[in-house]
């Protein structure tokens, strides 16, 4: 941590404003406002990395703040983390539509204040470094894609989307045609268990996940103001500056968009179905081999099994001619007791005589296996 991270609080309560000086002033540098209009004439003189916002500020609220630090040039991508004692959607989606990165509801812990801002401090780190890397990339991509029509752009994404193979691929090809039509946006994947949201800078805002996760249930196509939703199983597109002055305009790019959001989703529907297809023949070829070694163990033991019944009946067999000739026995009597032990040896023995069909049943199912596995 740093304390040449600067942070500008604004709160009117100022035993907040105290609160947050100690909580945050050994690790950060931070400056409190008990109004909206004191923190923008701050600005004049010092821009800060992240600001804290209560939403019920006297005069200028925290929403409006927000839309003006997001108007202005020097301020446009300096988070906002709202704090409000409401825990609802109208209020998160006021808070999205002005333009902040999180929401934070009253009471909350210190220790996850100090958390939240970690993150952000960290991923303004990582977007810096992004953005540094891309920026010849983004300029020569807009160039290109500023001179193709709306259909161009789109077919480009779907040949784009055909030849992805992982998460990161399908969303890097939504965010091209986002870009293609001037449009900022996030997408959600689902996946079995695996959920993870994205935006064009990696992973997404905290409030923009929340916003998700309020519409993905909702209708296919939710609009409200400039933003829509595109829902669809596996995924949800979320964009947040339609050109709704435009109508017909707006109209044809929200076709576009739930095609292409539709068509991605069916790729993740195949991905999702050639890996599970994958892990099925990785558990066939398991148990084909498994019923292979099964097979040589279990014809292991039938076989010395039926060696040591004969090994027994002959030692059993030769101790009865030993003991014959003090049981004043008569030699029919004697054969009549040597004919029934060897009878029953010899039934001992034929029940060790269906391993040779146990080993044709399970050489069976191992090549019905590899037909599988061949398929």
Known sequence: MSTDFRIFAVDDVRATCRVLEAGLGKEYGIETFASAEDCLARLATQIPDLFLVDVGLPGIDGYELCQRIKSRPDTARTPVIFISSLDDLDSRMK??????????????????????????????SESERLRQQTTDSETLNTLILSNLDEYAVLIKFLCELNLCSTLQEVASALFNLLRGYHIDGAVQFRQGRQCVTLCPDGASHPLQESVINHLRDGDRIIQFKARAAFNFPALTLLTTNLPIQDVELTGRLRDHLAIAAEVANGKLLAMHAIQSHQQTRKGVAEVAESLSSTVTVLSKK??????????????????????????????????????????????????????????????????????????
């Open 302 to 375: 039938i076989d010395d099994a039926r060696a040591r019944v004969s090994f027994l009946t002959f030692r059993m067999l030769a101790e009865l001619d030993a003991s014959f000739a003090h049981l004043g026995m008569s030699s029919e009597q004697e054969d009549r007791v040597k004919s029934i032990v060897e009878a029953k040896a010899e039934e001992l023995s034929a029940a060790y005589d269906f391993a040779e069909e146990t080993r044709t049943t399970i050489f069976n199912i191992q090549g019905k296996l590899t037909e599988i596995l061949e398929e």
């Open 95 to 124: 808070g999205y539509d002005a333009g902040g990165e999180e929401f934070i509801v009253k009471p909350y812990k210190m220790a996850d204040l100090k958390h939240k801002i970690e993150v952000i401090r960290r991923f303004l």
